[in-house]
């Protein structure tokens, strides 16, 4: 098995490959790096390791077999009124991780009208949808899809409801929209997308101050868990510090969570947790592969996901199309098989245990 230390050295590979701008995306109107200005602002705050080291390892040591975890994802674009392909994708990557690496139970939280784009798009990672609050919990392999109301009102009661009910370790949120300072959910571009979304900054304050562990994954500032680095989303983006409604305070989040990940596309953050938790564990089949990816995004596509800026249901992410997602996951999968079996071989080759 791989010392921590080790494991560390590939971490750093591991963020290294999920903040590289390949899809010049903000490439176009952002005068600086956005995401490594993030990335490096939300590191050292966390303590000066690779962050995909420090969530997975805070995982890991929290969360014991048949513990529930909180997943969360859903961003609606305000001129298609559908969610994107990104999110969804790292949620069902994450509760495969979850089920096979440490035995916990998954409850998928979203908005209204988007649990079966959540349940067909988990389903193909091989876990099995259970409806209903009864009896998830009760044996692995099942998964089921809640949602949190738009009222914030009714946000706040249910919050305390699920979290009251489920006693989640993880709360954990990949690309949801977060609230600015006046309470105001945003799109990257400015404009005030409040009346599409469920209150999750609600829930994930009440986590916190349960003292459960909650994670948000962003890739522009505007997401659920940047308030940590809110200084930073507001000083280097064109909109972080003044957006297009009639609030006038920015896209920025203001809501922080324990740990935040900023990243190019946010599910190549949950990717990068999820190859630290595989060699945290020491076991491959936590980390899937490019082929399953294909078939996530797929499937995440034909069931109403799209991908901006074009605006079409096609398994692309933030417009880099399927294949290239895949190439990143199986870069990932290399890196940690790579570890976990070739290293052992070389040890024990070293050891005099193979005929030389």
Wanted: overall charge negative.
């Amino acid at each position: 098995m791989n010392t921590l230390e080790e494991i560390k050295l590939q971490a750093e590979e591991i963020d290294r490959l999920m903040t590289t701008n390949i899809t010049s995306k903000y490439q176009f109107n952002e005068k600086y790096p956005i995401v490594p200005l993030m990335y490096q602002a939300a590191r050292e705050r966390s303590g000066g390791d690779p962050l995909t080291y420090t969530v997975a390892k805070k995982l890991i040591d929290t969360i014991e077999p048949g513990d529930t975890v909180f997943l969360t994802s859903g961003f609606i674009f305000y001129k298609w009124r559908l969610p994107e392909t990104d999110g969804p994708p790292g949620v069902a990557a994450l509760a495969r991780a979850f089920d096979i690496g440490l035995d916990a139970r998954v409850i998928v939280l979203t908005d209204p009208g988007l649990e079966k784009m959540h349940i067909d798009t988990i389903k193909i990672t091989g876990l099995h949808y259970w409806e209903g609050e009864e009896e998830v919990l009760k044996q692995n392999r099942r998964f089921t899809v809640l949602t949190l109301p738009i009222d914030r009102e009714e946000a706040k009661k249910e919050s305390i409801r699920l979290l009251d009910k489920f006693k989640p370790k993880v709360f954990f949120s990949i690309e949801k929209p977060g609230e600015n300072v006046k309470g105001v959910m945003h799109s990257r571009v400015g404009v005030d997308i409040n009346f599409l979304h469920g209150k999750f900054d609600e829930m994930a304050k009440a986590a916190k101050e349960r003292g459960i562990i909650t994670v948000g994954i962003g890739d522009g500032g505007n997401e659920l868990g940047m308030g940590g680095i809110r200084d930073v989303v507001e000083k280097y983006t064109s909109t972080g510090a003044k957006c297009q409604c009639p609030c006038k305070s920015g896209v920025a989040s203001a809501t922080e969570l324990d740990y935040v990940i900023p990243t190019s596309i946010s599910n190549w953050g949950a990717y990068g947790v999820e190859a630290c938790m595989a060699l945290l564990l020491d076991n491959v089949e936590v980390m899937h592969d490019g082929e399953m990816e294909h078939r996530v995004l797929t499937k995440n596509a034909e069931s109403g996901a799209l991908s901006g800026p074009g605006g079409y249901c096609v398994p692309m992410v933030d417009s880099l199309p399927s294949k290239y997602n895949s190439m990143f996951v199986d870069f990932l999968k290399y890196i940690v098989d790579s570890r976990i079996i070739v290293t052992k071989t070389f040890k024990d080759y070293h050891a005099g245990k193979h005929a030389r």
